[in-house]
Structure formats: C-alpha cells, structure tokens
C-alpha cells in the first residue's frame, strides 16, 4: 500500500508523495550500541541538543488489524555541539517501512528500541525525518489498545502511552522533557468519531467507506500525552459551555443520564482552579472520553481526558461515596491540565509533582465548591490510609524516587506518589499558610508555561512568596523514605495539663527524625474539645501549647489530619475511645480515632476480636456511610485474617444477622446498599448464604435500592466462592440473564472463585499465556481467584506468581504488578506462605523494583502471622 508523507508547511499538514521505497536492513547494522530504554544520560544529552519539535502524524486505523500505519513528518532544531555522534529515536516493538532524513533515504538501523539516526546525515539547525512505519495493535499489552464491544459488535482504539509507551506507538523522542507541538490525522472507518488533543479542523471522505479527520496542532506537551480515541463514540449531552463527554454507542443512553452531573462538576472545577491558579485554562479545549476498562481511573491527556468507563457509569448500585469518588476522579484528571500538562516535571523521578498536586486540588477544589460535605474528612480516609500501609513497610520509597532510566518508571507509580505526597502537601499548606501556598502554586506555573519543572523550582517558589526556609522538611519528606510514629505522654494536675510530651521514632528503624506539624484533639467527657498546635523538629520534646490546658478525657496528636504520619493512641486514651466512641458527635473525630484503633490491631497492640466486638456495638447506631463502609472493611479483613476458626464462626454469624437487618430496614439508603455489599463477603454463614439467594431470586429487595449488574454478579460470585449446591444454577441463569459484553466479563470473574484445582490452573495459565484476555478481565478476577477461604488451593501458585514478575512487570500497565501481588501474596496467612516470600526475596535474582514491591506487599502477611501467633495460636 503507498502511503502519503506529511509535510508541515506552516501550521497545517499538506498530503505529498515519498519517493523512498522501504530499505532492507543489513544484519550488521544491528550490533549498533544504544541503551535499553531511555536512560536519564541519554535523555540529558538529547535535552541539551534539540528543540523546537513538531511531530506530524498520519494513521490509518482497520478494523480488527493487528497493526496500523502510519506516515511520521517529524521537524526539529539540532544544536551545533555533539554533530560527530548519531541521534536516538525511541522506537520499539513496530517496524519501519522506510526513513528519510534531511531529504536523504536512510538505512533502518535499529538497536535496543531505537532508530539510529547518523552523524552524518544530521546537521546543525533544521532537520527532518520521514517514517514510514507500523505500529502493533492488541486488546491488551499494547500502547494501541482495541475494545471490542461485545453488546453490538462495535471496535474501538485508544492510546495510553505512560509513562515511555509512545515509542511503541510512533518514533519520537520520548522523554517528558522534550516537549513538541503535534498535529494528527487519523483515516478510520466512515461513522467513526475521532477525538484527540485538539478539535478537528477538516473531515473529508478518504474513499472506500473511509474518512480523514486533521486535527489542530497542540500546544508544547509531552509525548506522553498525545493521544487519540476512534470508534463509533457517540457525545453525549452536548452544551456549549460544558466539556464534551463521548461514551460508547451501546452506553449512549446511560452515558447521556450521567453526563450533565460530570460535565457540570468539570466545568466548575475548571472555572475553580482557573481562578485558583490565575492562569486560564491551558489548552483551546476539554473532553471527556469514557474508555471501557480503561488500565487507570483516567489518564489527562491534554485537552481530552480518558477516563475508565466504570468510574463513571456505575455497575452497582451507587452510594454518595461513589459519587464522591466520581467527582475526585474528574478533579483529580483536571488539575493535571495545569499540574502535568501545563507545567510538565523534568523527569519521572518528580512523579509526585503532578500526581501528589493533582490529587490534593482535587479534594481542595471540591472542598470549595461543596464546603459542607466534609471532604477533608474523606481526604483522610481514602488518602492517609494507602500511604500510611506502604511507608510503614520495607518497600517504601521517598516520595522523590531516582530513576536512572524510564523503562523502570512503572516503579515510581503506587501510594506514595498518589498518597504519601498530598498527605505531605496538605501539611506544607498547613505550614505555610492557605494564602502563600496559594501564591507559591502560582509562580511557579507562571515561570514554568508550557515548560519543565523539578520539585526543588517548587520548594523555591513557596520559600520565595513565604519568607520560611523549606529545605530541611523538603529534604525530610521528599528524600527520604519512611515516617515518623508518633506518641504523647501526659499527665494531669488539679485538672489541668500538667505535662505534655511529643515523641517521634522512625517506623523503619532508621533513626530519622522529621518536622512535626499537627494539632492535638483535647476530648472531654462532656463532648467538647479543644485543639492545640504542635511542633516537633527533634526525637521528643515538651509542647508548651498543651501544659495548662483543662485536663482532657482521651488526647490525640492530630485532630483535622493535618499532620503526616502514625499517631497512636496511649493507653489512657485508647480506654477511654473504646467505651464512647459511638457518642462522639464529630464524625471527623469518629473517622480519625477509628483509623488510629485499627493501627492498634494492626501493631499487636488491640486484639482483633475487641475491634470486631466493637464494630458489631457501635455499627447499627453509626449514620456516617463513609465511615461505616471503612469500619466493615477492617471488619471483614480482622474476620478472614486475624481471628481463629471458631471465633470466625462466631462472629461471621453476628455479623451476617445485622447486615441483613441494616440492610432491610435501616432509614438510609447509602447504609442500606453498604449493608447489602457486606453480605457477599459473609458467605461463609448460611444466614447471609440464603440472603444471597433470596436477592438473586428477587423474593428479597434492598428497600429503595435497584441492584444493578455487578450488584448481581457479585452475589453469584460468593456462592460459587463458598461451594454452595445451588451456586451452577445461579451462574447459569444469570448467564442467561445477562448475556451483554460486561456481563461476559463478571461471569469470568466469577468462575475464577470456582474452590477447585482445574480451574485454578486454567486461570493461572490464562493469566500469563493468553495476550488476547483484556487486562480488566484478569485484574477483576484475581481476587475471586485468591478468594480467602481457598489458601490451600491457591498457595501452590505462590512461588509461580513471584517468578513471573519479570514479565509481568514488563508487559503490564502500571498498577497490574501491584495487584497481582496484593492478590498472590495477601490472600494467603500461614507461617509456611510468609517463609516462601521472604525465602524468594532473599535467594532469587530480582531486580531492586521489584524486591521492594514485594516486600511491600507481604508486610501484611507479616502482620497477619503475628497476630495470629499473639492472638490464635499463642505463640
């Protein structure tokens, strides 16, 4: 097929004829030395050495395809230093079909995913590239993914190109700090809607049932966000003023139901931020596009955000928290128009820099335009928690992470970027003050427009506006990894403070020392309470602020979740907490104390079975959902984990008897779908068992609550989980039932629970053989698959599932490896499991990434055999 080259002239694309016809590639031209990846070295030289890029692209999309072609016209200045050595450009896994440089037809040479471009043709100012390439498409494993709609029959291709996946997609120089301005024109099938960074500025017929969309070029970003989206997407509810939001053809309906809610929470986080920021909203447009089991929550492109479809258009049974959650999500991709697109970091070591800022705005941002419902409060109990579980373990890491080359970046990608940082962030906007973190955000956007950032540009401009000397607790709690535990000692005299003493120890055994800011919560009996700054710079000291304060009933160290780290409870305290918790007026205090007593059970210091029995007093009397959601979790993990057989069996049954009361008559909605989501994970009860079915046979409706598709599967999932007689009866009538391309999905995640061996193996070979399994099909399923009560058949896949890492963690998006461990490693809780991880950690030959994520992960498994050792087995 001859395809046309794209010449730029100007800002627009002009179609012309190349006359190079594709050049074989002599085998010695591949001994040619170039470094696996992108190395920091490599991408420094390139940094120095060009600019002014623009990225003309072409490709013609086939339905069902493996690959798609495209046509590159790449223009770019050389600086004049370094014109005896070749030039890199990042391409891999795709083929060249021909290359052109500067008018010359060039040799495809090719070494270690790169083309070498040669001195010799290169020179100083201008220079152009034509390519001639394929680049591969696949439903998964791939930086091109297609979806094939299972309800109508319908194809869809998207990108996803983080961190360094453009180079699978088209040559480029594919490093964030190499930002280039693009322009696209995507050939696709006739009723097709193509969606990109920018509007298109022409549509024409291309021939045989084809058409032709050119897009506007971009401003400066990255190429990791470029992308494109085709298919037969439809926009749905389209109102000037609001962002554009594309859904599915088979969604359309539901999509349009749900639109006006999304847009309108973008279009006032975008006037928010705008005015947050003072700089206007940095690109000529914004879109929303839903991409069914899309790898993350959302991916900010510029100017067209994808986000995952099922974040957005609920397969349960909503809650106010998912709808919370929605908002964050559509927040959270939004700031990054301006924290990541805008103002891009240097390198993926300073992750953070977008990630941690983007997911504090989010919550900053909703917390101002929905000042009443609590956000902050949910701040602590979705953030904190996630950070706080990883950085007290062996396998954190700094928030700013070294990464000497970005094929290792997926590495940096995990709780501390998304958790640790806003969590910092929030207590540097504490220390700073609410108007000079304001004013420091701002200067450092407006020195760094459309340009590059590294996080010590940050720390210098909050300095510069503020006056304070940020370098130690910017050294403290970006460089170094770990946190502080933190306790108080105090002591009464003729009813006032007579003593209070702050101490700190670094819960990695480290001996570091960081700088404390927070506010202790002072409670009184009669439900009052006070708040006393704190501020803390060495191992222990006095805090004058609290010394004469009337003497409190229970005291802890950071009331409002200001402060970073773990703040326990003494033991006065904890007494006190436990005996009135459920009577504390503030949920906020409810929701932090609650969290400081599940670190007690998960320190060995409060046995879980005082933390269920608890639960089951305080819960029927609890109308905060958020809250009781988070509680029945802990619950749920202290059940399947921590507690013995009996005590299991026991307290399986308590549980069983009130969730299906709270759920059949509780006054709340909200508590009533959180009640019926606890019933599928208390199927080992016959009582919750027979509920199950009751919903399932529709003899028993949730009041006021219309159980949705995974609501249902769901339910037959637990049954097949826990080997009920009834459970293939169930699957195959809501097979029947539900034969839709999701409910395809639900029912391979339900059989993978199936308690046998034949199916595990058959899953397990699935997991890693099959390249056509979509990756949201295998990532939904490994909880089913590792389901709590099947250790004995699922441990033999232990040792199997760390020895795969290697190409997990080379063929799978970012979170895969992460889960794919939380799954293998926590579903399991004997003494025998822990020594096989620890025995792999010490003996195989592993990379240093992933002998941190492991050790990460099996922390828990830790916690869970010394608990059961102090609490089961006596040990």
Sequence with gaps: MVLAALLLVGSGLVSAPIAAAQVSVPAAAHAVAGPVGISRALAEVRAARLSELHYGLQYTLVPHAAATEGVEHLRFKLAGAGMGEPLLLDFRDGRVESLVLNGAVTPVVESNGHLVLPAAALRAGANEVEVHFAANVAAAEKAITRFEDHDDGAEYIYTLFVPMDASMAFPCFDQPDLKARFQLELTAPAGWTAISNTNPVATEAAGAGQTRTRFGETEPISTYLFAYAAGPFVKVHPVAGLPGLYVRKSKAEVGESEAPEVQQMAADGMRHLADYFAQPFPFPKYDMVLIPGFAFGGMEHAGATFLREESVLFRTAPTKTNLFNRDIVVLHELTHQWFGDFTTMKWFDDLWLKEGFAQYMAYETLAALHPNDGVWKRFSETIKPAAYGIDETQGTTPIYQDIPNLKDAKSAYGAIVYSKAPGTIKQLAYVLGEENFRKGLQLYLREHRYGNAQWGDLVGAFERVSGQRLGPWAEMWIRHRGMPQVEVAWSCSAGRIASFRMT?????????????????????????????????NTASAEMPAAVGQPCPAFVFANAEDEGYGLFELDAQSRGYVMEHLGAMPSGFDRALLWGALWQSVREVQLAPREYLALALRSLPGERDEALASSVLEHSGTALHRYVGDEARTELTAEFARLAVQRMMADQDKDLRIVWFRRIATLGQDE?????????????????????????????????????????????????????????????????????????????????????????????????????????????????PALADLDQIKRQRKIFFLVGWLNAFIAGQESTTADAEVHGYVKDAAIDPDLRLKILEVVDELDRTVAIRQRYVTGG
């Excluded at 120890?505 to 006070?530: N, T």
């Excluded at 009041?703 to 293939?728: C, H, K, M, N, S």
């Design 504 to 536: 700190q120890r670094d819960v990695l055994g480290a001996g570091s020392v960081w700088p404390i800011a927070s506010e202790a919560l002072l409670g009184y009996a009669d439900g009052s309470r006070r708040r006393v700054d704190l501020r803390l």
């Design 687 to 799: 009582t919750a068992r027979s509920a199950v079915k009751a919903l399932l046979r529709e003899q028993m409706t949730v009041p006021g609550v219309q159980l949705r598709q995974q609501d249902r599967w769901g339910l037959v999932t637990t049954l097949i989980a826990y080997g009920d007689p009834e459970a293939d009866q169930f699957l195959a009538e809501e097979k029947r039932r539900d034969s839709s391309g999701d409910g395809k999905k639900f029912a391979y995640i339900a059989e993978a629970a199936r308690p046998d061996e034949a199916t595990k193996k058959r899953y397990f070979e699935e997991y890693l053989h099959d390249p056509e399994r979509p990756e949201d099909w295998i990532e939904g399923s490994l909880g089913a698959f590792n389901w709590w009560n099947q250790t004995a058949l699922t441990e033999p896949y232990l040792r």
